[in-house]
């Protein structure tokens, strides 16, 4: 390569988008060439500026911006109905008295005359959801159907009470819902002092399937980054994650004590790593250990 | 994040209108969102207006995703159309001053969600703040197009071809875009450096 095309590929060299033959072209070039040497570390120490440029998101912040738009449009299927209920005044009472009309011809038209009747179907549904199981007709004209009813429960307490760490630890398990588990590792995090819930914690670091569960498992596990437990999972996750915040968050937690046995774990991830800001975070806690990037 | 299959259940039940599906998704996402706002805009108002308005577009427009690409690609293509118009605002009305004026006297915003750690060394104190004022001034000189496609690649660490799906545009154009934008910083920041 000559020199001003190896100049001009320098910055996607930094960004890891050249090809490996450019890579290691611009690598050969860069070793026998001071001008260009010169160029590369100057480019280098501008991307390493940059890094340090980054704003962090206030604290407190996310959790303001969530608790706006919940009280902004998150109950879904409210639009229509919620602005004709709070802004049509003038048409509601000429309008609400010709529903009332109609929702009484076409519920007569449909149920027919009541009956009380043992058998009359009643259904309330509150609270209930429900799945049917099996329909028959019988004999007498009656339609039998059998369903299976889920009933609502709210239950209230302390953190401390046993009954409420269960049921969050059973939350924390429940694969349905990132969202239920998201808020459950968020409370289960201020006990993480318990067995139970620290492992709980791991396990969700470790396995959960939603990034954003991982993370709160995460910022919850902050305070045990000593424990020997917890830094053997955690190097496991900055090894095999998937997401790169999640990866980003573990160095975090793990660079937060100082510990040489995470040196190869560090080199190692530097080697594969492909995303630049996580290997940059590598880097940096690499170099604040003063060890080499690589293992050679 | 959830596997493919699993957002896949989420954002079809939160089509259906399923409130929990909604947000679970959005807290899937909302953090690199608001992480992106807040990096671009350097402001915590700009940043929490990104985030409502992308998370209310999303939500009146859900129905109508078809899964053509990922959801990630979709937000962000509303995340940063959002960002795009708040840059090209700023760019018209020539950049807000860094230094407001409140009631207990003049205040650098930038010192309130700039850098942390104590500054032991007033010297080097000072040096940084100086580089960070280049810096700055390097990101307020990239056309809004420029500053975006840098932000994704450098801040957020996607890649190009990524970069160009959710900008509607080729790989080759972010790479030429990216080009520019390290060419800029390293005409201002080179002597500093």
């Known amino acids: 390569m000559k020199c001003e095309e190896v100049v001009e590929a320098i910055p996607l060299y930094l960004y890891g988008e050249v090809s490996p033959a450019t890579e290691e072209a611009i690598e050969h070039h860069v070793a026998g060439c001071a001008a260009c040497a010169k160029e590369f570390k100057l480019r280098k120490a501008i991307h390493s500026a940059l890094d340090a440029h980054e704003v962090s998101v206030p604290a407190g912040l996310l959790q303001e911006c969530r608790g706006e738009l919940s009280r902004r449009e998150m109950t879904p299927r409210r639009g229509w109905l919620h602005d004709f209920l709070h802004d049509g005044f003038n048409l509601r009472i000429p309008l609400g008295a010709m529903a009332l009309i109609a929702l009484g011809y076409f519920a007569a038209r449909v149920t027919g005359p009541a009956t009380d009747g043992p058998n009359q179907a009643s259904l309330e549904n509150a609270a209930v959801s429900s799945a049917i199981r099996a329909i028959e007709t019988e004999g007498s004209g009656n339609i039998r159907i059998s369903l299976d009813e889920i009933h609502r429960r709210e239950v209230t307490g302390r953190l401390d009470d046993g009954n409420i760490q269960r049921l969050l630890l059973e939350a924390a398990r429940q694969e349905s819902n990132p969202g239920v588990r998201v808020e459950s590792m968020g409370v289960l995090k201020e006990c993480a002092q318990s067995s139970p819930v620290r492992a709980a914690l791991l396990n969700a670091a470790a396995h959960d399937p939603d990034a954003g569960v991982r993370l709160k498992a995460l910022e919850g596990l902050k305070a045990f980054a000593g424990d020997p437990a917890v830094r053997q999972t955690l190097a496991q996750v900055l090894l095999h994650d998937d997401n790169p915040h999640v990866r980003i968050e573990t160095i975090d937690v793990l660079t937060s004590q100082r510990d040489d046995a995470m040196v190869g774990i560090l080199q190692d991830v530097f080697q594969k790593e492909d995303n630049h800001y996580v290997r940059n975070k590598v880097r940096n806690a690499l170099e604040g250990m003063h060890a080499t990037l690589g293992t050679f | ?193």
């Open chain 2, 1 to 193: 994040m959830a596997s493919q299959a699993d957002e896949a259940t989420l954002i079809r039940a939160a089509q259906r209108g399923d409130g929990e599906a909604f947000e679970a998704l959005v807290r899937a996402y909302d953090q690199n969102v608001l992480r992106i706002a807040m990096n671009l805009l350097r402001s915590p108002e700009d940043a929490r207006d990104i985030y409502q308005e992308a998370f209310l577009r999303v939500y009146k427009n859900l129905h109508a995703f078809r899964f053509d690409c990922s959801f990630h690609t979709w937000l962000y293509r509303i995340v940063t159309n959002i960002c795009l118009d708040h840059l090209r605002k700023r760019k018209v009305r020539r950049e807000e001053p860094t230094v407001v004026e409140t009631p207990d006297g003049l205040l650098d915003r930038m010192e309130q969600v700039a850098q942390t750690g104590p500054a032991a060394d007033p010297e080097r104190h000072a040096w940084n703040r100086q580089l960070q004022e280049r810096i700055s001034s390097a990101l307020e000189d990239l056309s809004p197009r420029e500053r975006m496609v840098f932000e994704l690649r450098h801040y957020q660490g996607l890649r190009l071809r990524h970069i160009g799906e959710i900008l509607g545009t080729s790989e080759e154009a972010a790479k030429n875009c990216l080009f520019r934008a390290t060419q800029k910083m390293r005409t201002i920041l080179g002597e500093f450096v």
